[in-house]
Nanobody
Framework: QVQLVESGGGLVQPGGSLSLSCAAS????????MGWDRQVPGAQRELAAR???????DYLDSVKGRFTISRDNAKNTVYLQMNSLKPEDTAIYYC??????????WGQGTQVTVSS
């Protein structure tokens, strides 16, 4: 089992910045990838950003150049720095980890709202 604790999120004006963090505990030695998905009510969950143990990074096309994902292996924590936020970035952001073997664990989700 892997437990995830998310922090960050909240309300920000368009053009502003927010930072999310997600700390993992438990079977952390088996983590292959960490990342963030996001979901708007009524829509499918989509990948926002993901980073693997060997530092391969993937971003949703619409966030490239604005979001930066990073991880601190010593702290088993993944971060998502979100800059130049747009109203369409409003969503619940879910942290997740994928362990070797393919099992996925999810955080509880944190609301990000971009509005003036």
């Amino acid at each position: 089992q892997v437990q995830l604790v998310e922090s960050g999120g909240g309300l920000v004006q368009p053009g502003g910045s927010l930072s999310l963090s997600c700390a993992a505990s438990g079977r952390v030695f088996q983590i292959y990838a960490m990342g963030w998905d996001r979901q708007v009510p009524g829509a499918q969950r989509e990948l926002a950003a993901r980073i693997t143990r060997d530092d391969r990074i993937d971003y949703l096309d619409s966030v490239k150049g604005r979001f930066t994902i990073s991880r601190d292996n010593a702290k088993n924590t993944v971060y998502l720095q979100m800059n130049s936020l747009k109203p369409e970035d409003t969503a619940i952001y879910y942290c997740y980890v994928i362990v070797y073997g393919g099992e996925t664990y999810w955080g509880q989700g944190t609301q990000v709202t971009v509005s003036s």
